[in-house]
Every structure is written in structure tokens, then in C-alpha cells.
């Protein structure tokens, strides 16, 4: 069913989140993870050694939630936190890359899915634009 020409961009936006998120939680169901913590597993993997502090500034996320969503994935014995001074340094397990690898792969294949109904100008225009409208929000 088409879209009205003139629908504002909230429920666009809204709709592919939506689209996304039950694409990731169908997917994450295989390694017992939700699409709230999956963010956090990735970008920990990819800075190893990361503050929860950080963790937080780099999601933009209060850190109440970073601290509660870490404690889950703790708890399913795929990071661990280690004090050092007055920081809480986040380290992956070997079973938290494994997933993290996975869950990036699951990424790469929503990408797939938007770049199948776009040019590789229009996937790059489009990366930069929501890129740039995030950053502006913030």
C-alpha cells in the first residue's frame, strides 16, 4: 500500500524502527538477547575496555539504564565489570564476542534489506542524512 505524499517523517521513522526491531528480536531470540541490549553488547565488544560512563555518552542513554542492561548481560555471563578507580570498566566475555559477532552480522543484514530498495548513492545519501539529523538532535 503506498504512502500518502504528504505523511511527516514521525511515522516513517516510527515504522522502520518498528520493522527493525522485530527483524532484530526475531533473529536475537537464537542467542537469548533483546534488541535493548544488543547495542550495548556491540559497542562494548568494539571498545574493549570501555567505562560504563562511556558506554553511556557513546548510546545516549542515561546511565541508569546502561547500568541496569549491563547488570542482564553480566547476568547471561557475557561481559564482565571490573572497578578501576572511580569507573566500572566493561570487558566482553569469549561467549559475549561470539554473540556480538553474530548480532553484527544480524546488522549487516537489515542493511542488506534498505539497500535492496535503494542505489548505492541513494544508501550513502541516506546514511549521511540520518547521521546528520541525529547529531543535530542531540
Not at 27 to 51: A, F, M, Q, T
Not at 84 to 92: C, E, L, M, P
Not at 93 to 99: H, L, P, R, S, W
Amino acid at each position: 500500500m503506498p504512502f500518502d505524499k504528504d505523511i511527516p517523517t514521525s511515522p516513517l521513522v516510527s515504522l522502520l524502527h518498528r520493522k527493525q526491531t522485530a527483524f532484530l528480536n526475531n533473529r536475537l531470540k537464537d542467542v537469548d538477547l533483546s534488541s535493548g541490549l544488543y547495542p550495548l553488547l556491540v559497542k562494548s565488544y568494539k571498545n574493549e575496555g570501555i567505562s560504563q560512563e562511556e558506554l553511556a555518552d557513546a548510546l545516549h542513554i542515561n546511565e541508569s539504564t546502561v547500568t541496569r542492561n549491563l547488570e542482564k548481560l553480566e547476568n547471561k555471563g557475557l561481559i564482565t565489570k571490573t572497578p578501576q578507580k572511580r569507573k566500572k570498566i566493561i570487558n566482553v566475555t569469549a561467549e559475549g564476542a561470539k554473540i556480538a559477532q553474530t548480532v553484527m552480522d544480524y546488522d549487516d543484514e537489515w542493511d542488506e534489506k534498505i539497500k535492496n530498495s535503494l542505489s548505492d548513492e541513494e544508501y550513502d545519501d541516506f546514511r549521511k542524512s540520518l547521521i546528520k539529523i541525529c547529531e543535530d538532535l542531540i
